[in-house]
Structures are given as structure tokens and as C-alpha cells.
T-cell receptor, first 114, second 116 residues
Framework: DVKVTQSSRYLVKRTGEKVFLECVQD?????MFWYRQDPGLGLRLIYF???????EKGDIPEGYSVSREKKERFSLILESASTNQTSMYLC?????????????FGQGTRLTVV | AQKITQTQPGMFVQEKEAVTLDCTYD???????LFWYKQPSSGEMIFLIY??????QNATEGRYSLNFQKARKSANLVISASQLGDSAMYFC?????????????FGPGTSLSVIP
């Protein structure tokens, strides 16, 4: 059974803290994505990676960075958490060579910054 | 700039009726893929249906069908014979193939409520 796993379901962090959200997939996918989901805005792409150590900015990269040291792991980093980064964060992966293959999602991390 | 538009923030449908959820997209690419996902209150993302830009036939998967109008850049989801379990958020997504990579972007979603 294919799986994308996010390290935490719920997180509460303080303003200014450095926050790491971890995502691991076991499908050997090259592509991995980080989205944040907010009511009325849908899923917005923060960063994505198409190979180890390769990354591209999505639509809302400000305040975030990412790390992809191994193929199966894609980390989202909030360098200095702020209250406007309180949101649901979703990680996903898909293979690059099969256009009709859907993205597989983790269960989401609900982050609250206080 | 938002590339996927879902103009219906919320929809209601009577149980057993059909419902159409709208999706329009913007791309200059010739090769792309369109997806619909369902997100129930549990939060998981469930893939429903796929349409490729070169597919001539509209995609169907059980009670789901995709009304693909390429010239109008629309990819509406039709759910036939609605069930109470269809109450959820529905997201339209597009996979764009760029020069050396591809990415997937989503619309704002439509909240569907099925009324008994």
C-alpha cells in the first residue's frame, strides 16, 4: 500500500521558533510537494522538489524553505514561525513520467503558531 | 496568479440528484493533466478522476464524470445520483509539464453538501 507519511498530525509552536515539518514517501517518487491549505484558498503550493537536492519555489514560498537530502524525505522549514503561518500543511508525491498518475497525499499537519 | 478557478464556494444537492462542480483553468501548455480530488471532513485527499489534455473522450469513473471542454478551458466534475457520503470539499487540480519538471496546482475548492 503506497504511503506518504507526515511526522506530526498536530503541532503547536511559539512565534519565532524554527519549525520542521517532515514528510516521507515509500513509492520511490522523484516529485514531492508541500502545500498549505486555508479555508477559501484551497491548496497553495509552497515548494516542490523533482529530485534529491533539487527544489523550486511554488506560489507562496516566502517565510519557508525546504530540504531534500534523500529521495524519500522532503522537509518544510519555517525559519521563524509567525502567527500567519498557522495552517494545515499537506505533503504529496507523484512520479514524473506518468502524467495520469495522481498525487499521493500525507494525512496533513495542522500547525498552530501562538 | 491563480490558474485554477472554482467559482462555487458552496453547493447543495438533494440526495439521488446529479450535481456539476465547475472548474476552469489557465495554461499555455499543450500537454497537461486535470484531476479532481475529494476531501471529506476527516481531511484525507481522495483522488476521483483524471483527464489528459489529449484525451478525446470525457473521463468517467463510476458515478463521476468529467465534462472536458478544451477550447473553453473547463473541466467540470459531474456526480450522478448523489449520496450523503458525497458531502465533502472538492478540489480541481492541474498538472503542468514544464521544461525539466512538472508541478501540480489546485483550485480553491467547492464545499458540497448533500441533503437527505
Amino acid at each position: 500500500d503506497v504511503k506518504v507519511t507526515q511526522s506530526s498530525r498536530y503541532l503547536v509552536k511559539r512565534t519565532g521558533e524554527k519549525v520542521f515539518l517532515e514528510c516521507v514517501q515509500d513509492m520511490d517518487h522523484e516529485n514531492m510537494f508541500w502545500y498549505r491549505q486555508d479555508p477559501g484558498l484551497g491548496l497553495r503550493l509552497i515548494y516542490f522538489s523533482y529530485d534529491v537536492k533539487m527544489k523550486e519555489k511554488g506560489d507562496i514560498p516566502e517565510g519557508y524553505s525546504v530540504s531534500r537530502e534523500k529521495k524519500e524525505r522532503f522537509s518544510l522549514i519555517l525559519e521563524s514561525a509567525s502567527t500567519n503561518q498557522t495552517s494545515m500543511y499537506l505533503c504529496a508525491s507523484n512520479p514524473p513520467d506518468r502524467m495520469n498518475t495522481e498525487a499521493f497525499f500525507g494525512q496533513g499537519t495542522r500547525l498552530t503558531v501562538v | 496568479a491563480q490558474k485554477i478557478t472554482q467559482t462555487q464556494p458552496g453547493m447543495f444537492v438533494q440526495e439521488k440528484e446529479a450535481v456539476t462542480l465547475d472548474c476552469t483553468y489557465d495554461t499555455s501548455d499543450q500537454s497537461y493533466g486535470l484531476f479532481w480530488y475529494k476531501q471529506p471532513s476527516s481531511g484525507e485527499m481522495i483522488f476521483l478522476i483524471y483527464q489528459g489534455s489529449y484525451d478525446e473522450q470525457n473521463a468517467t469513473e463510476g458515478r463521476y464524470s468529467l465534462n472536458f471542454q478544451k477550447a473553453r478551458k473547463s473541466a467540470n466534475l459531474v456526480i450522478s445520483a448523489s449520496q450523503l457520503g458525497d458531502s465533502a470539499m472538492y478540489f480541481c487540480a492541474m498538472r503542468e509539464v514544464l521544461t525539466s519538471y512538472d508541478k501540480v496546482i489546485f483550485g480553491p475548492g467547492t464545499s458540497l453538501s448533500v441533503i437527505p
